[in-house]
Nanobody, 115 residues
Framework: QVQLVESGGGLVQPGGSLRLSCAAS????????MGWYRQAPGKERELVARIRSGRYPDYGSSVEGRCAISRDNAKQMVWLQMNSLQPEDTAVYYCHVRKDGVDYWGRGTLVTVSS
């Protein structure tokens, strides 16, 4: 079992930045994919970024160039740095781990981009 707890969401003005954090408990291996997804009201959940140790990160097309994902395997944490945020980035952001073919999700953290 893996438990994930996100933090760092909040209200930010357009053009601003946020850094989301996700702490994992349970055994998350460096080979397991860790990442972030988001879901805006009325829309499907979409990939923001994911990372597996030893490989280049993958980014969703809507955020590429504006986000950076990083992880610390020893601390079992993953972060998402988001820059140049726009109102369309408003969504609940979910931390995700895929381990042994099972998907684990956090409860999500709300990011609201508004002036």
């Amino acid at each position: 079992q893996v438990q994930l707890v996100e933090s760092g969401g909040g209200l930010v003005q357009p053009g601003g930045s946020l850094r989301l954090s996700c702490a994992a408990s349970g055994s998350v291996l460096s080979s397991n994919v860790m990442g972030w997804y988001r879901q805006a009201p009325g829309k499907e959940r979409e990939l923001v970024a994911r990372i597996r140790s030893g490989r280049y990160p993958d980014y969703g097309s809507s955020v590429e160039g504006r986000c950076a994902i990083s992880r610390d395997n020893a601390k079992q944490m993953v972060w998402l740095q988001m820059n140049s945020l726009q109102p369309e980035d408003t969504a609940v952001y979910y931390c995700h781990v895929r381990k042994d073919g099972v998907d684990y999700w956090g409860r999500g953290t709300l990011v609201t981009v508004s002036s």
